[in-house]
């Protein structure tokens, strides 16, 4: 009777483990391993550095006054279309103009004081060749003379910059083109003593406008002139803008320890929607291939193994670039030569033809297990629907 206890024992004891596993087994996932693949196509293969910048006319002027004064006449205001030449300001010129008078009168006085030295200085030359007067007599004749004549000249120069000084004082546009600021007021004074004052500032061709971009050091080497741009503003969201890169200025910036360079871009502006200013996120394109054949940049990361594969065989190659193909039961290695890459499609220049499908990696596909097909239900609980009633 013991052994027959012990055995009911130990058999229902295996029949709870069996029980137990079967209902942890049954509610498992089932797995199953596939591959994903894309096919080797052309496409256009872009590298790209991003900056910032700043939109600028491509020359503006400050326009400024070398004179001091008070501004007496403004003819211009900010957005107005002004001609080289163009008279722009004046200042007062009541100044100036006593100035200039002072200058003219002592010049006539200079003048007139070298006409009686000239007499004077021929009369005693004729009396020391007679032996009349004195050597020491003539020399101070011809020393006043001299003296007569540095003094017009003086005089000349003194009214020359009289005159200047009252042009100074008639401010005109130095370029055509359009004001952008105005920094006085009629009736403000201005001050010329030790720097010029800002007037205007004057743009000359606002269709023709350029970005000043800051480009990372890291980048800058990749940059060339010549290299395609595009770039986009905040005023206009929705409009993408192209350009090229003019120049790269070989002067570094360094601000809080970081260093950019600047990278002159044309920005044509033939609709005026570009202002100074506006601030533009630039994308310089260093390198670009059009419709080259490519496969993937994830293929190349994707190596077989076992695990895998499963059962299927690997046929490996000899290479430092390898792409793999599936052909029946093998997963096959083609070692291909490569150009640039976008870090989305790698460039390939041989080793593998157009429409191949290479494989790209391993997804796993879960099966949910199918519902048993009785279970206990409640006698009292609804039955599926259209089954009928018993």
């Given at each position: 009777?013991?052994?027959?206890?012990?055995?009911?024992?130990?058999?229902?004891?295996?029949?709870?483990?069996?029980?137990?596993?079967?209902?942890?087994?049954?509610?498992?996932?089932?797995?199953?391993?596939?591959?994903?693949?894309?096919?080797?196509?052309?496409?256009?293969?872009?590298?790209?550095?991003?900056?910032?910048?700043?939109?600028?006319?491509?020359?503006?002027?400050?326009?400024?006054?070398?004179?001091?004064?008070?501004?007496?006449?403004?003819?211009?205001?900010?957005?107005?279309?002004?001609?080289?030449?163009?008279?722009?300001?004046?200042?007062?010129?009541?100044?100036?103009?006593?100035?200039?008078?002072?200058?003219?009168?002592?010049?006539?006085?200079?003048?007139?004081?070298?006409?009686?030295?000239?007499?004077?200085?021929?009369?005693?030359?004729?009396?020391?060749?007679?032996?009349?007067?004195?050597?020491?007599?003539?020399?101070?004749?011809?020393?006043?003379?001299?003296k007569a004549v540095q003094t017009v000249a003086t005089c000349k120069e003194s009214v020359t910059k009289a005159?200047?000084?009252?042009?100074?004082?008639?401010?005109?546009?130095?370029?055509?083109?359009?004001?952008?600021?105005?920094?006085?007021?009629?009736?403000?004074?201005?001050?010329?003593?030790?720097?010029?004052?800002?007037?205007?500032?004057i743009a000359q061709n606002l269709t023709n406008m350029r970005v000043i971009a800051d480009v990372d050091e890291?980048?800058?080497?990749?940059?060339?002139?010549?290299?395609?741009?595009?770039?986009?503003?905040?005023?206009?969201?929705?409009?993408?803008?192209?350009?090229?890169?003019?120049?790269?200025?070989?002067?570094?910036?360094?601000?809080?320890?970081?260093?950019?360079?600047?990278?002159?871009?044309?920005?044509?502006?033939?609709?005026?929607?570009?202002?100074?200013?506006?601030?533009?996120?630039?994308?310089?394109?260093?390198?670009?291939?059009?419709?080259?054949?490519?496969?993937?940049?994830?293929?190349?990361?994707?190596?077989?193994?076992?695990?895998?594969?499963?059962?299927?065989?690997?046929?490996?190659?000899?290479?430092?670039?390898?792409?793999?193909?599936?052909?029946?039961?093998?997963?096959?290695?083609?070692?291909?030569?490569?150009?640039?890459?976008?870090?989305?499609?790698?460039?390939?220049?041989?080793?593998?033809?157009?429409?191949?499908?290479?494989?790209?990696?391993?997804?796993?596909?879960?099966?949910?297990?199918?519902?048993?097909?009785?279970?206990?239900?409640?006698?009292?609980?609804?039955?599926?629907?259209?089954?009928?009633?018993?």
């Open positions: 009777m013991k052994k027959i206890s012990k055995i009911w024992i130990v058999a229902g004891a295996l029949l709870i483990v069996a029980i137990g596993i079967w209902l942890l087994s049954g509610n498992k996932k089932e797995k199953e391993i596939s591959f994903t693949t894309e096919k080797v196509a052309r496409a256009n293969i872009q590298n790209s550095v991003t900056a910032t910048g700043t939109i600028e006319p491509v020359t503006s002027v400050t326009v400024g006054t070398q004179v001091s004064g008070i501004v007496s006449h403004l003819y211009v205001d900010y957005n107005s279309v002004v001609k080289k030449g163009q008279v722009i300001a004046e200042l007062d010129k009541t100044n100036l103009t006593s100035e200039l008078n002072t200058a003219k009168a002592n010049l006539a006085s200079a003048q007139s004081s070298l006409k009686y030295e000239s007499a004077n200085y021929k009369r005693y030359q004729t009396l020391y060749q007679k032996g009349l007067v004195s050597a020491d007599e003539f020399e101070s004749a011809r020393l006043s003379y001299e005159q200047t000084n009252l042009g100074y004082a008639t401010i005109t546009s130095p370029i055509d083109g359009v004001v952008l600021s105005k920094a006085v007021e009629e009736g403000q004074t201005v001050a010329a003593s030790f720097n010029t004052p800002e007037l205007f500032t890291a980048d800058i080497g990749d940059v060339k002139e010549g290299e395609r741009v595009t770039f986009t503003v905040d005023a206009y969201p929705n409009d993408t803008f192209e350009g090229a890169v003019t120049q790269v200025r070989q002067e570094a910036t360094t601000t809080n320890n970081v260093v950019t360079y600047e990278v002159v871009i044309s920005a044509p502006n033939e609709d005026l929607k570009l202002k100074p200013g506006l601030t533009a996120n630039v994308t310089i394109y260093t390198a670009e291939k059009q419709g080259v054949l490519c496969a993937p940049a994830k293929a190349f990361r994707f190596t077989p193994t076992t695990e895998t594969v499963g059962k299927m065989k690997i046929a490996d190659c000899n290479g430092k670039n390898k792409l793999w193909v599936q052909e029946g039961n093998t997963m096959k290695a083609y070692s291909v030569q490569i150009g640039m890459t976008d870090g989305i499609n790698t460039e390939i220049i041989s080793g593998i033809k157009e429409g191949s499908i290479i494989v790209t990696g391993v997804e796993e596909v879960t099966e949910e297990p199918q519902a048993e097909a009785t279970q206990e239900r409640s006698p009292f609980a609804p039955g599926p629907p259209g089954r009928k009633k018993k």
